[in-house]
């Protein structure tokens, strides 16, 4: 009615501001991406067509043109829950990896790959599920322990980050945990090669092979400590570097050092 003064019967909260606005709105809009990619690994999983094509279009391309050798696949189970526990030298080596097992398979990879809408769906479609490596994401862990329980295969790549030249780098327990707590076997596996490949946008034609060994077994607990858990990765991680040495890659000064002195003993004993 005229001249009658409209009241709320409540107080209007005022409009909180943060600091950045637009960065926390991004990075919180952005949170929610990820997520919504993680739901989709487990809800959806791989999508058969995309997957079906591209392996037809990569096996092909990496036998002949990389001329890849596979080392070690009757090793690997077709079916039921596997972890494969590899080095981490290049952007391809998933793919690498993936043309190890006749089934789809997960795997980690960071965040900043998802940024792109078109590069995310197809990451997506193919496996990868988002994952903060400087926050030590629980999401993306809860994600991979979920796609085991189901029965899945599941790549992890234990230095956390691509170690581009020299020696293997050192490994986080994120795989430990995960064997702990699934009792998925673990599959140690080795790259090689693949750092060379890519100069910028060209792949150039250079040798990569891959080596897998048996796989690990260890006892399931509901929830592992952080001693424990590092304890199984480094198992896993000397099992990654026997196939690492078998093919010939790089060694730590202290493991040259080691072999030198091993040597020279054996020399003195004959």
Not at 70 to 77: D, K, Q, T, V, Y
Not at 81 to 90: D, G, I, T, V
Not at 183 to 203: K, L, Q, T, Y
Request: overall charge positive; hydrophobic content about 40%.
């Amino acid at each position: 009615m005229e001249g009658m003064e409209l009241r709320p019967t409540q107080p209007v909260p005022e409009r909180r501001r943060d600091p950045d606005g637009s960065a926390v709105a991004a990075e919180r809009e952005q949170g929610a991406g990820l997520d919504a990619f993680r739901e989709r690994s487990l809800e959806k999983g791989v999508n058969p067509i995309v997957y079906r094509i591209l392996r037809t279009l990569l096996v092909p391309f990496f036998l002949v043109y990389l001329r890849m050798e596979r080392i070690g696949r009757e090793h690997l189970p077709r079916s039921g829950p596997l972890l494969l526990a590899s080095n981490h030298r290049s952007f391809l080596d998933p793919f690498v990896i993936g043309t190890m097992v006749r089934r789809p398979v997960y795997y980690m990879a960071k965040r900043e790959l998802f940024e792109r809408r078109w590069q995310a769906w197809i990451l997506n479609a193919l496996g990868a599920f988002p994952v903060d490596r400087g926050a030590g994401d629980s999401d993306a862990m809860a994600t991979a322990r979920a796609i085991l329980e189901r029965g899945d295969c599941v790549v992890v790549f234990p230095e956390g980050t691509r170690v581009r030249r020299g020696p293997l780098g050192d490994p986080r327990r994120g795989v430990g945990r995960l064997a702990l707590e699934t009792g998925a076997p673990v599959a140690p596996i080795a790259v090689i090669g693949s750092d060379e490949v890519r100069r910028g946008w060209r792949i150039r034609p250079r040798k990569v092979r891959v080596r897998a060994g048996r796989p690990l077994l260890f006892p399931t607990v509901k929830r592992s400590s952080p001693s424990l858990a590092m304890a199984v990765t480094e198992r896993i991680w000397a099992c990654v570097r026997l196939q690492w040495d078998w093919l010939g890659g790089a060694k730590a000064p202290r493991e040259q050092a080691s072999g030198e002195t091993e040597a020279r003993e054996i020399s003195r004993a004959a």
